[in-house]
Nanobody, 123 residues
Framework: VQLQASGGGLVQAGGSLRLSCAAS????????VAWFRQAPGKGREGLSC???????YYVNAVKGRFTVSRDKDKGTVYLHMNSLKPEDTAVYYC??????????????????WGRGTLVTVSS
């Protein structure tokens, strides 16, 4: 499965962006999809996950600011990011698998990854 994350860009602190995750050739409706990010010089960090039944999970760093959602008509998963901070600057990735591991989702648990999209938040 080849995923593609898109929607990144340059935004000022306090601004918003919406990232999209789509699969090439088929829908993500039956998959759990997680969002991760990787800042320069740092490891890949889990942010949010939406299960196939649309249960959502968030890490504390983004809880209340980021929202993950799914459009089943388009077979696409979104990450809505509000109140962005300079420390949110990173390459953002989406990944798909069978579940969100009860909220304890880690990069090693996901088999299908997409190309990342760069989010830059200026101060």
């Amino acid at each position: 499965v080849q995923l593609q994350a898109s929607g990144g860009g340059l935004v000022q602190a306090g601004g918003s962006l919406r990232l999209s995750c789509a699969a090439s050739g088929f829908t993500l409706n039956n998959d759990a999809v997680a969002w991760f990010r990787q800042a320069p010089g740092k490891g890949r960090e889990g942010l949010s996950c939406i299960s196939s039944s649309d249960t959502t999970y968030y890490v504390n760093a983004v809880k209340g600011r980021f929202t993950v959602s799914r459009d089943k008509d388009k077979g696409t998963v979104y990450l809505h990011m509000n109140s962005l901070k300079p420390e949110d600057t990173a390459v953002y990735y989406c990944a798909a698998d069978q579940g969100c591991f009860w909220g304890d989702f880690r990069p090693s648990q996901f088999d299908s990854w997409g190309r990342g999209t760069l989010v830059t938040v200026s101060s």
